[in-house]
């Protein structure tokens, strides 16, 4: 039996003859220290906090323009790789940026943006505050283009839960 997202916390017996596969971490958390260089879509709705510290947004602009973008080529390797076996283990595209996926998101004290939505191309992990106003980021399958950033900041240290069921959304192109 397969179950992604299945969830085993203290207290849940586990009878004999099972046996677990490889455990996918809860979650990801990134430092500023994990960030050597980072960028902000076209400059639209969006701003560095600079030193890899986060990112404060500006309501109402698409996600196409509105994200914070990690080159994968200067990030700390080491978490680099733990978020591609994270993205890997849950069975997300981690690599063509075709899809981005909602996360829930708790940052330094100062931080009120809770729901991101992470892509992963070639190149960048890609980080869109979404606003939660509207039900439509609920619903997988839109494109990014149609959800839109909320006014807020995120700072981190920041943790990343991924929503499940998976909530994904198509890209229409990152700038």
């Given at each position: 039996?397969?179950?992604?997202?299945?969830?085993?916390t203290?207290?849940?017996?586990?009878?004999?003859?099972?046996?677990?596969?490889?455990?996918?971490?809860?979650?990801?958390?990134?430092?500023?220290?994990?960030?050597?260089?980072?960028?902000i879509?076209t400059?639209?709705?969006?701003?560095?906090?600079?030193?890899?510290?986060?990112?404060?947004?500006v309501?109402?602009?698409?996600?196409?323009?509105?994200?914070?973008?990690?080159s994968?080529?200067?990030?700390?390797?080491?978490?680099?790789?733990?978020?591609?076996?994270y993205?890997?283990?849950?069975?997300?595209d981690?690599?063509?940026?075709?899809?981005?996926?909602?996360?829930?998101?708790?940052?330094?004290?100062?931080?009120?943006?809770?729901?991101?939505?992470?892509?992963?191309?070639?190149?960048?992990?890609?980080?869109?505050?979404?606003?939660?106003?509207?039900?439509?980021?609920?619903?997988?399958?839109?494109?990014?283009?149609a959800?839109?950033?909320?006014?807020?900041?995120?700072?981190?240290?920041?943790?990343?839960?991924?929503?499940?069921?998976?909530v994904?959304?198509?890209?229409?192109?990152?700038?």
């Amino acid at each position: 039996m397969s179950q992604p997202g299945l969830r085993i916390t203290s207290g849940v017996t586990i009878g004999p003859g099972v046996t677990l596969a490889a455990v996918v971490a809860v979650g990801f958390t990134l430092n500023p220290s994990d960030i050597a260089s980072a960028s902000i879509g076209t400059g639209t709705g969006i701003s560095d906090l600079g030193s890899g510290n986060g990112f404060s947004s500006v309501s109402g602009f698409n996600l196409t323009v509105a994200n914070y973008e990690i080159s994968r080529s200067t990030m700390n390797p080491t978490k680099l790789t733990e978020i591609l076996a994270y993205f890997s283990g849950y069975s997300l595209d981690n690599s063509s940026g075709s899809y981005g996926y909602v996360f829930d998101v708790t940052g330094q004290s100062g931080s009120n943006i809770n729901k991101v939505l992470i892509a992963i191309d070639g190149g960048n992990i890609i980080i869109a505050p979404v606003t939660t106003g509207n039900p439509d980021w609920a619903n997988t399958g839109l494109p990014n283009i149609a959800l839109t950033s909320p006014s807020g900041t995120l700072i981190f240290p920041a943790t990343f839960t991924l929503i499940f069921p998976t909530v994904a959304h198509s890209s229409v192109g990152w700038y």
